[in-house]
């Protein structure tokens, strides 16, 4: 049976700490309110979490929100986000902050033999941890003048420059003996963001760093935030490089700090099928963060472990070799496309995340779900073909909606697939939910995901 996994907590309880993250929209909101509320009615005996009920074969789960106790992370607003998908018409959860947390209390009876051992107590703590600050990981092990002669370069590019126009003219624009002054730093800074911003927006790219220019920690700015990529060795210059540097001091801080130390579990979320609409520059940004994710996570840590430097740094546990013992990798909103086109996704994810074997066998896993699942499939006929196409209500529609955003590749796309136009996903409204949302919220894969993520508890 081996030993029962987690970290021992003062209440006898073992506490799971799972993070959940992936880039703003990717659909971390929807994941942990859907996982409550499905874990929530599974546990109140509803049929919410098929593939979690099989492997409890008829065992009993109990499970209750657990008081969020002393932790200094912000509280998740469940309620608040169950509340928006129940209400008539649906809504989806607001945006939130940076990082939030949600615990959870099961009672899992045991199997066989251990059953009169009494149920096995887990916390299940589930961490809202946003994407963008996994991207600032690398940045560890970069200086400023790396940094800035890198961000300069690719922003450069010709498909780049017309977004960076304003930034760039401004950082080109600046004398070679520009002094360390305040303003100049706020206004290089300002333009720097907002081209970050339309970066995101507009050229739909996830690599953008630092990511908490993005997505910033909670509480008022530091004064040091005040920076942005730029070479020479003016007293400006200077000055940028020592915000930098208290930047990733931060940003080290943050990896040590317990309140976000101990995940020994992941989730990683993904937008794949925004970014196939997005375009193949677009894609393969998105492809080269969450591999670059996948690698910083991964055991091995193999860029920590090429740094020699960043060897000395104090690690969290779960950066240490063994820390994480579970990953699952996870295309969202899948309910966009038919189920055909879903099994092509989970494995276009798993295509994305391949890494080396990792040297302490962590288990990953690669998943197509939706969490909150808003269309149903049905067969379209067009030009006297069928095609496996989905149909929901859009937001503010009272009309069913067809949709058939294209095929779905089951591997890295080709020049083939480029040729043709996936087309964007339209906003589909959350199905109406009885009993203000106590049967669970309807979805596809989360209960295979979970399933997984808990497997060794259950
Ligand atoms: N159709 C569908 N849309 C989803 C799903 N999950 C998220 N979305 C959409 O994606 C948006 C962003 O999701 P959210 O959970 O707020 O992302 P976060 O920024 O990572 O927390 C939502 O407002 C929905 O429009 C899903 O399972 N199905
Ligand atoms: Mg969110």
Known sequence: MGLPPGIP??????????????????????FLTSAAANLLAQGAGMPALPALAARLAGRS????IAPSGASEVP????????????????????????????????????????????PRAVRLELLDYPGEWLLDLPLLAQDFPRWSAATLARLEQPELAPIAR????FARGLPARAPADDTLAATGHRLYRATLTRLRDEAGLSFLQPGRFLMPAPGPEPPWTDFFPMVGTSGLVGLLASRYDAYREAVRRDLVSPSFGQVDRLVVLADILSAL????????????ALSGVAEALSFRRPWIDAIPFLQWLPLPS????????????????????????RGNLASLVRALTQLPAPAAAAATASFAIAAVRCT????????????????????????????YPGEVPDRLPDEAFWAHEFLALPQFE?????????????????????AFLLEDVL
């Open 277 to 288: 609409h997005a375009g193949r520059a677009a894609f393969t940004d998105m492809a080269g």
């Open 166 to 169: 304003e930034f760039l003219a």
């Open 75 to 118: 509280r998740f607003d469940y309620r608040a986000h169950l509340a928006a998908l129940a209400a008539d018409p649906p809504r989806w959860p607001e945006r939130t902050g940076a990082v939030s947390l949600l615990s959870l209390d099961l009672d899992i009876a045991r199997q066989g033999f251990a059953s009169p051992l009494g």
């Open 61 to 64: 789960l109990r499970v209750s």
């Open 376 to 403: 149903e499939d049905f067969v379209w006929t067009l030009d006297r073909r069928n095609i496996s196409a989905v149909r929901g209500r859009v937001l503010s529609d009272d009309r069913l909606t067809r949709s």
């Open 430 to 450: 959350p199905r109406r939910l009885p009993a203000d949302g106590r049967n669970g919220v309807p979805q596809i894969g989360l209960d295979a995901l979970l």
């Open 318 to 341: 779960w950066m240490a070799p063994g820390g994480i013992r579970r990953v699952a990798f996870a295309a969202t909103k899948s309910d966009h496309v038919a189920d055909r086109q």
């Open 9 to 30: 907590f003062l209440s006898g309880r073992s506490v799971l700490r799972v993070g959940i993250t992936g880039l703003a929209r990717a659909g971390k909101t929807a």
